[in-house]
């Protein structure tokens, strides 16, 4: 076995996990193609480059990224230590100078003798076959792994080709849906049947198990909800995203442009429906399915889009019952390399089907930059764990609780899930308070004090 763990990707979750492991005194070598080649959407020379906004969200411990960002200040985060550092003003939330973060950070990790930068470009310069084979490694490629390394992951994982996630629906939660409006059922199971009486067929909807959450537009909803769908301000996409984002997955708005009654034959079609309130037939009809086990929170069917996160809130909530819908995930559009995790993680990051490969960052569907850093944590100290222990039969995994937003992260990415998709750090993937808390701040506070508790009973 080498004596050395490797790491290939030099951004958030790599830079992370390489100062992670040379802090527990393991030598690194970390591969990072920059600046012999970079991606589309890259263009400066350090590590850790920051491509896209310069803001790390909230610092409120009402904000689920703000709780994020505590836990790993206390779990001695290089990253947010950096960001901490090359902060500018931005109100409550934690934006950086990206051009000194990133600097910092390259120099920070320079200076450690423990660690070896390698400008280099797995699967082109170098194979993935050949550094697995006799050590321990860490991919953290990101979203914008190359085509050649994207092959060769999915030879590795045994998953003939990776997802590309190129569009997604909003996620709310369930408790934040106005159930006088929204029902749940079933396509055609909802209608009236013939022979029924009202209160026959009434019951009968209110007792079955059914799978989605249903929210019925009449006429003069669904056309004001449509006009505003099509003024609506939209994200503008980089032009290697442009060229392909369009060929799988229609954009909610852009369909809408197609014409008024579009929607109604397509995502929002009210056929094999029956409203409870008038027991008719609606004109329209939105669908939510769940997204977890623990039916917490739900995604928006057909609901792909590519509106500002604003405009997303904006619009949305025009649809009856969305009125007070919390979004704990907003609909996003674009190129993302990402593993299918749940089939092939445990919560260490660990493949399962391979103990020293391990993977971090938005390969593993986590999404956004201080869930990268977490995961990059993550994987890091279990790497180091793994390499301590390496000789020995049982390998101690170090698992954190997912009553903590860092473990509720990798429990997420690592539990089964048919409708798995990336994801960032919300309130509705922890588990439930113990007693009811109405007032949602207060909630959130109170989620926020058991987690940092938890983090710190177990350090």
Known sequence: ?????????????????????????????????????????????????????????????????????????????????????????????LAVDREKFSQRVTEQLKELELIEIINEEIGTDKKLVDLVRDGIVIIAT??????????????????????FYDAAAPIVTKESIDFNIAFFGNRYDQEKKKHETEQEWRKRIESEDASYINLPMNKYEYEKFYEELLNAQIVTLHEFEKKEIFEGCMPIEVMAKRGIDTLRFGPLKPVGFDDPRTAKRPYAIVQLRQDDGKASIYNLVGFQTNLKFGEQKRVFSMIPGLENAEFVKYGVMHKNTYINSTKLL??????????????????????????????????????????????????????????????????YISTPNDNFQPMNANYGILPELSEKIKDKKQRYERLSERALQELKNNM
């Open 1 to 93: 076995m080498n004596d050395y763990i490797t790491i290939i990707g030099g951004g958030l979750a790599g830079s992370e996990a390489a100062y992670q492991i040379a802090k527990r005194g393991i030598k690194v070598k970390l591969y990072e193609m920059k600046p012999k080649k970079f991606s589309p959407a890259h263009s400066n020379c350090n590590l850790a480059e920051i491509v896209c906004s310069n803001s790390f969200k909230s610092n409120l411990l009402t904000n689920a990224c703000g709780l994020l960002k505590e836990e790993l200040r206390m779990l001695d985060s290089l990253l947010i230590k950096i960001a901490d550092e090359t902060k500018v003003p931005a109100g409550q939330a």
């Open 142 to 163: 990101g979203p914008l792994t190359s085509e050649s390394l994207a092959k060769e992951i999915g030879e590795l994982t045994g998953e003939k080709q990776l997802h």
């Open 346 to 411: 445990d919560n260490t990051y660990n493949l399962i089907k391979n103990n020293n490969i391990y993977f971090a960052g938005q390969i593993t569907g986590v999404e956004g930059y201080v869930e990268s850093i977490s995961s990059g944590l993550v994987a890091g100290v279990n790497a180091a764990e793994r390499f301590k222990t390496q000789s020995k039969q049982i390998i101690n995994r170090i698992q954190f609780s997912d009553l903590t937003m860092i473990g509720t992260l990798a429990k």
